[in-house]
């Protein structure tokens, strides 16, 4: 067991490792706090865009379903009869990184390793402006530049960013909770569940009372369902995911921050599979399918980003893109709205 699945399963409770750890946490957390305050005092400056900005992001480290509610919420936004753009920090692509590039501008067509997988997949399933910058200020400031009929900005990922000032900030969870309620190194969370947010989402098939009050904030419930496969080379040929099992032995790989989170929905949809787990932002150069055996090999979008831009992979008739919908109450998006009000729509 590896030094990230023993924190992991460390993190979930307050066991002996988690014990030892928590003195170290206490000198985190003070040290989160003063950043927050140096940030608030003006002491560190941090930046105002001309339009509402609207942040998503989460405290418990990994992933939590931050792209699809990112994608819904662009699409929600949209159908208010906003123009939303989405700025990022670009995981592992050089707009994002410390390349002297500055900001650039993501399309369905960028590589990942130009912009990162996130950003390349939200510009493709919400086709709306997305930029990418280590500095965020910067990112949101080229966008508008390029695109000045956008009237509100969605931050994907970025909520300790406080260089960027924020009219509404979304916290996202997953059916973890806050894990043992400890900030790192004892415990999984960057900041403490206590930390202020305007709005709290839970990424789970079932928000129990128990759920909800752990996380706090009155939470609103995200469930991420997909109903069909379609084959990575060619997107067009779609099966219903009830019908892939037919298909021979399935194997379902996910490089997510949360794989056990796309494994669970594949298994509620009825389906037999061997699991295969990898790294978060995995690029799949090291051929991880070559020595599978099975007929068809499922895999998340965020993935089916990296592996379209590999030729062998892409045109491997085993692999199959399982796209999903974040599902939420629509009346969150009359909510953020109403949160920005004070801010104009340029």
């Known amino acids: 067991m590896n030094l990230e699945s023993t924190l992991t399963r460390a993190w979930l409770r307050r066991g002996p490792l988690a014990c030892a750890l928590y003195p170290v946490s206490l000198l985190f957390r003070a040290l989160t706090a003063l950043r927050g305050w140096l940030y608030r005092a003006g002491v560190l400056k941090s930046s105002r865009l001309p339009v509402p900005v609207i942040v998503v992001g989460n405290i418990f480290i990994g992933g939590t379903g931050k792209t699809p509610l990112t994608i819904w919420l662009v699409e929600r936004l949209r159908a208010a009869g906003l123009t939303p753009g989405v700025i990022s920090r670009g995981f592992g692509g050089k707009g994002g990184g410390t390349s002297p590039a500055g900001p650039r501008a993501v399309t369905a067509l960028s590589t990942p390793a130009e912009a990162g997988d996130e950003p390349v997949l939200i510009a493709t399933r919400a086709a709306c402006p997305v930029f990418v910058c280590r500095d965020r200020a910067e990112a949101g400031r080229a966008l508008l530049a390029a695109h000045p009929e956008v009237n509100v900005i969605v931050t994907d990922d970025g909520l300790q960013h406080y260089?960027?000032?924020r009219d509404v900030e979304v916290v996202l969870f997953d059916g973890r909770g806050v894990g043992?309620?400890?900030t790192l190194p004892a415990g999984p969370l960057r900041e403490p569940p206590s930390r202020r947010r305007d709005v709290t989402v839970v990424n789970a098939p079932a928000l129990t009372p128990r759920l909800a009050a752990r996380v706090g904030g009155r939470p609103w419930q995200m469930v991420l369902a997909g109903d069909c496969a379609?084959?990575?080379?060619d997107r067009r040929d779609r099966v219903p995911l009830r019908?892939?099992?037919g298909r021979g032995r399935v194997v379902a790989a996910a490089g997510i921050g949360n794989p056990g989170r796309f494994f669970r929905m594949l298994a509620d949809a009825g389906l037999?599979?061997?699991?295969l787990p990898l790294p978060d932002h995995h690029d799949?150069?090291?051929r991880?399918?070559?020595h599978v055996e099975a007929e068809v090999i499922l895999m998340t979008e965020k993935d089916a980003v990296k592996c379209a831009h590999i030729e062998e992979l892409r045109n491997d008739p085993r692999l199959w893109v399982v796209p999903v919908n974040a599902q939420i109450d629509a009346a969150l998006i009359e909510h953020i709205v109403e949160k920005c009000r004070g801010r104009t729509f340029a």
Not at 230 to 233: D, K, Q, T, V, W
Not at 272 to 275: D, I, L
């Open 163 to 165: 260089a960027l000032q």
């Open 180 to 182: 043992n309620g400890w």
């Open 230 to 233: 379609e084959r990575l080379g």
């Open 243 to 245: 019908h892939i099992g």
């Open 272 to 275: 037999a599979f061997q699991e």
């Open 284 to 286: 799949f150069l090291d």
């Open 288 to 290: 991880p399918f070559a």
